[in-house]
């Protein structure tokens, strides 16, 4: 992750894996259904593999806004 982000009273996302964890552990099933956390997913994936995480962080932001998740920057 290019810089950590706070999500209040649930976790900070410092590393490829808290992502992970949050999408595992924290995302209801049926969110993870939608096509914004397919899209995080994928990136998530695709930087695990060596591409860029600033694409994991830029779908992660969007994604949590678009569920209107409060996060901010540390």
Same mark, same amino acid.
Do not use: Y
């Given at each position: 992750?290019?810089?950590?982000? &706070?999500?209040?009273?649930?976790?900070?996302?410092?590393t490829?894996a #808290?992502?992970? !964890?949050?999408?595992?552990?924290?995302l209801? @099933?049926?969110f993870r259904?939608k096509a914004?956390?397919?899209? &995080?997913?994928?990136?998530?994936?695709?930087?695990?593999l060596?591409? #860029?995480?600033a !694409?994991?962080?830029?779908?992660?932001?969007? @994604?949590?806004?678009?569920?209107g998740?409060?996060?901010q920057?540390?």
């Amino acid at each position: 992750m290019p810089r950590p982000l &706070v999500i209040p009273e649930v976790m900070t996302l410092v590393t490829l894996a #808290d992502v992970r !964890e949050l999408i595992d552990r924290h995302l209801p @099933a049926h969110f993870r259904d939608k096509a914004t956390w397919r899209v &995080v997913a994928k990136d998530l994936k695709a930087a695990t593999l060596g591409a #860029d995480a600033a !694409e994991v962080s830029l779908a992660l932001r969007i @994604a949590l806004s678009m569920e209107g998740v409060e996060c901010q920057p540390k």
